[in-house]
């Protein structure tokens, strides 16, 4: 099945924001209890990505979704959607799967479906939707009697059964089996790469957001830590490895820019110094042994930046 | 918005023993107590009432129900439950994005009074129906009964009056869901106001009519509307009945509007 593509989308210009947040800030609780949630936080998620929301527990990630859903009031600062100040009218325009799946028990997976589908007057893509989240055989069963994953699945259909131009999914994998895992990130990829739908994706499987995101953002105490493409975002946080024959001698010339490592040492440096480096090493004769860009994984990434000390 | 209603209703539909106890379960006990009751008289005396019965004026007053402090304990359930599923099974987070804050609680608002106008409508028919078992077991058969065209608009204000004396109920337990989240917290302080009017008219008669309260204001309407009130208290009486709906639907709509989902 495929999901109409959103005319808006198609025709919008590139550079208009699906989601955007300006200096959105929140606090639960008074005085002493105060926690400060989202602090000035500032984030565009362009349309027809697949953006990746990543944060440690606490850093503000579903008080985000849940103030783009419209669950939970901002202090300050503005949301739009495509463009517009958000709203009831734009908010139908995404589909979303905030935190865990919570469904009426009493009624069917169908009948979930239908009840969103005639909300956004779209019933006739209730039957695709189920096949396409693999509840065509369990659709006229009873939610009380899902597992997590199930759950997990319908609350991923009744995100798509509006045919939304933008979808927020919480932890979409959570529950699910290693299969199904590998048909989420397919299915993932589908919509933003065929259908032109926005994605934000908040997860903590860190290898998951990396193979499928265009984009990420990393929270740290409601404040955005890091936020880039991903290749660009381990591009930046990339060193250089030399194997010499005199580390110590390099150490002290690079003058805080390298770092010891296990039988050699790091470097850090933009690509375009590479050159220049190994040359500056043959004229000083020192040898080298082995010389690569090592990049790090969106793990090393995130927890450098997540570990950094609190503000 | 009738898209939204159909959900409600659908959802309303898969909870039967909801539907039962919560909107239809008052208007059946009490045609089943009135069943008792002329059932009693009939075994007793062998006869009924001889005098031919009204139909509409009797489904006209089988309409007071609306009044009665059980009957609003299981009312006030029904519309507190409609209301507190939502946060019982965390799926404001399934609607709220869609809908609106608004429109969602105007369409559960909107199923509450669909609901409870089907079960007036059943206590009405009920009570004809009761009405032509009696005038048949009496011997008399349709000459027991009369059907008159003028008690027609008496009926229909009844029904007017009940409805709004249970608009007045479901807006005061949707104020009170909102407020404390939980079911109890809505059910019980609406028994407790229905049973509180009842003991303050017991205990202070005619001078309660002083005092502003629903049950108040609908009786005075009803006494007004049979005959046996004055005009004015009657007035006095939908004045008091609409400020009540008015307010307690505006204050909820503002507290829902306000109120943070976080952890729906």
Redesign the interface.
Known sequence: MVLAESETARQAPAQEAAIGLSAVGKT?GWGAAAVRALDGLTLSIPRGCVYGLLGPNGAGKS?LL?II?????PDRGEVSLFGEPA??RN??R?G?L???P??????TAR?HLE??A????TPGLVDPVLARVDLARAADKKVSGFSLGMKQRLGIG?ALV?QPEAVILDEPTNGLDPDGILEMRALLSDLARREGITVLLSSHLLDEVERVCDRVAILRHGRLAAEGAVAELLDRQGRFWLKVDEPDRVLAALKGRGEAGEGGLFVRLEPAEVPDLIQTLAIAGIRIHEAKWVKPDLETVFLSQTREAAP | MRALLCGEWLKLLRQPALLFWGFLSVPILSLLFKLLMEGLVFVRTGRHDDAPVDVLLSAAHGLGLSGNSMGHLLYGFGAASVLYSEYRFATWRLLVPRHGRSRLLLAKFGLCLTALAAGLIVAVFGDMLLNGMMAVLNGTGAAGLVLRVSSLPLLVTAFAIALLELGVLVALAFLLVILTRSLMGAVLPVFLLAIGSTLIQVYLGADSDGIALPAYGAQALRDWLFSVGPAHAGLAGLAILSGWFAGLAALALAVFARQQLSSE
Request: positive net charge; aromatic residues 18%.
């Open positions: 639960y008080t849940r859903a419209g669950l939970v009031r709203g009831p908010r139908r995404i979303m905030i935190e865990s919570s469904f009426y028990p009493f009624l009948e009840m969103f005639w909300q956004a007057g009744a509006g």
